[in-house]
């Protein structure tokens, strides 16, 4: 059984730092492609980060520069490591597991971010 577990949420002050972090069991974690999305309210779910098997990334032009995600395969996680939070980062913030082939992708439950004052 496949699952991913978000951890790291909370609520930040803008212009704070936040890691979140992703662990995944039930699958081959090194050769998946990990991900972030978020999906604020009233919003569609957006992607905000991707790693790669081989470790290239990619981001939104919204979080580029501020936000960082990374990989530990010993340990089956992925992070992201938010910096100089904004409101609008605010969020319910998704890990996310894919493979090519087949095509799959697997969901975590979803981690709430508040950035606010």
């Known amino acids: 059984q496949v699952q991913l577990v978000e951890s790291g949420g909370g609520l930040v002050q803008p212009g704070g730092s936040l890691r979140l972090s992703c662990s995944a069991s039930?699958?081959?974690?090194?050769?998946?492609?990990m991900g972030w999305y978020r999906q604020a309210p009233g919003k569609q779910r957006e992607l905000v980060a991707l790693?790669?098997?081989?470790?290239?990334?990619t981001s939104a032009d919204s979080v580029k520069g501020r936000f960082t995600i990374s990989r530990d395969n010993a340990n089956n996680t992925v992070y992201l490591q938010m910096r100089s939070l904004k409101p609008e980062d605010t969020a319910v913030y998704y890990c996310?597991?894919?493979?090519?082939?087949?095509?799959?992708?697997?969901w975590g439950q979803g981690t709430q971010v508040t950035v606010s004052s």
């Open positions: 790693i790669t098997s081989g470790r290239g990334t």
């Open positions: 039930g699958i081959i974690f090194s050769i998946y492609t």
């Open positions: 996310s597991a894919r493979i090519t082939a087949p095509d799959k992708i697997y």
